[in-house]
Nanobody, 124 residues
Framework: QVQLVESGGGLVQPGGSLRLSCAAS????????MGWYRQAPGKQRELVAT???????TYADAVKGRFAISRDHDKNTIDLQMNSLEPEDTAVYFC??????????????????WGQGTQVTVSS
């Protein structure tokens, strides 16, 4: 099992930058794909960026060229560097992680966990 904690959100002016962090902890054996998702008021949750265990990244079209996801395997963390922020980026940003953990009998099982989210507000 894994617990995810996001940090780094806040209020920023259009054109500004923020860096989000997600720290994973728990009894998991390994982490596989991790990523960032966001949800604005009245809208569905959408994918922002993902990164595999091998470092392969994907981005939503809306953030390509502006956001960059990175991963630190030693610290079990991922970051999201957000540049040239726009009001449309305003949302709660959630961290997601998939991986494997051992159940009560010691058998491996897959999991997908979510953090509680961090608010990003882009406004002048």
């Amino acid at each position: 099992q894994v617990q995810l904690v996001e940090s780094g959100g806040g209020l920023v002016q259009p054109g500004g930058s923020l860096r989000l962090s997600c720290a994973a902890s728990g009894t998991f054996v390994r982490l596989n794909d991790m990523g960032w998702y966001r949800q604005a008021p009245g809208k569905q949750r959408e994918l922002v960026a993902t990164i595999t265990a091998n470092g392969v990244t994907t981005y939503a079209d809306a953030v390509k060229g502006r956001f960059a996801i990175s991963r630190d395997h030693d610290k079990n963390t991922i970051d999201l560097q957000m540049n040239s922020l726009e009001p449309e980026d305003t949302a709660v940003y959630f961290c997601n992680a998939g991986g494997q953990a051992r159940d009560a009998y010691g058998s491996l099982s897959r999991f997908s966990s979510w953090g509680q989210g961090t608010q990003v507000t882009v406004s002048s």
